[in-house]
């Protein structure tokens, strides 16, 4: 139990673009889910918590406007990065909480991106 | 700010040996849970093992255990028996409470090569 998924496992696309990845919990709900950003051989970034029907919550430093989160159901959050430039060439995560009182986030396998 | 730091950005160990990672974190809270992530090169995270605060025994699965020190604010992970699938990078990380519910600190990572 207790699995989240991630569409695309990887993406290139061209500078200026936008690219929509998807996380989904599986086999549960998930009112809460979180989207992280690592580079390699690195930890870890938070950049946004996303809660079902609510605007989402963006860490200090990351632009809401380039990467817009959607949390439209229980089971599924969407992150798009507008405009995407080289820079935003990186590795992102999803995970996801099944419930209150639930601790423990399980992670998505992650989605690679790669703008040229 | 809670705070989670892992001294050790590289360790190596022969098949069958015990290592033993470390982790300190900061915070002033009382009852929290810690948790240690493993990210193998497939880069899926994947949990380890939890630790409750207000449990005095230290968690145990299988091979892992931790050692936790609440007074000293330590945490490390002892694996026994090391096996080749345990190559990876593991995080030690602490979940924030009250209106954070649920985030995650990470520590820098730690990254562990088991050799044959």
């Known amino acids: 139990g207790a699995v989240v998924s991630q569409h695309p496992s990887w993406v290139i696309c061209k500078s200026g673009t936008s690219v929509k990845i998807e996380c989904r919990s599986l086999?549960?709900?998930?009112?809460?889910m979180f989207w992280y950003r690592q580079f390699p051989k690195q930890s870890l970034m938070l950049m946004a918590t996303?809660?079902?029907?609510?605007?989402?919550?963006?860490e200090q430093g990351v632009e809401k406007d380039k990467f817009l989160i959607n949390h439209a159901s229980l089971t599924l959050s969407t992150l798009t990065v507008t405009s995407a430039h080289p820079e935003d060439s990186s590795f992102y995560i999803c995970s996801a909480l099944p419930g209150l009182n639930q601790e423990t986030q399980y992670f998505g396998p992650g989605t690679r991106l790669l703008v040229l | 700010a809670q705070t989670v730091t892992q001294s050790q950005p590289e360790m190596s160990v022969q098949e069958a040996e015990t290592v033993t990672l470390s982790c300190t974190y900061d915070t002033s809270e009382n009852n929290y849970y810690l948790f240690w992530y493993k990210q193998p090169p497939s880069r899926q995270m994947i949990l380890v093992i939890r630790?409750?605060?207000?449990?005095?025994q230290n968690a145990t699965e299988n091979r892992f255990s931790v050692n936790f020190q609440k007074a000293a604010k330590s945490f490390s992970l002892k694996i026994s028996d090391s096996q080749r699938g345990d190559t990876a990078m593991y995080f030690c990380?602490?979940?924030?409470?009250?209106?954070?519910?649920?985030?995650?600190?990470f520590g820098q990572g730690t990254i562990l090569t088991v050799h044959p």
């Open positions: 996303s809660n079902e029907g609510s605007k989402a919550t963006y």
């Open positions: 990380a602490f979940p924030a409470g009250g209106t954070s519910y649920g985030k995650l600190t």
């Open positions: 630790q409750e605060a207000y449990k005095q």
């Open positions: 086999d549960f709900q998930a009112t809460t």
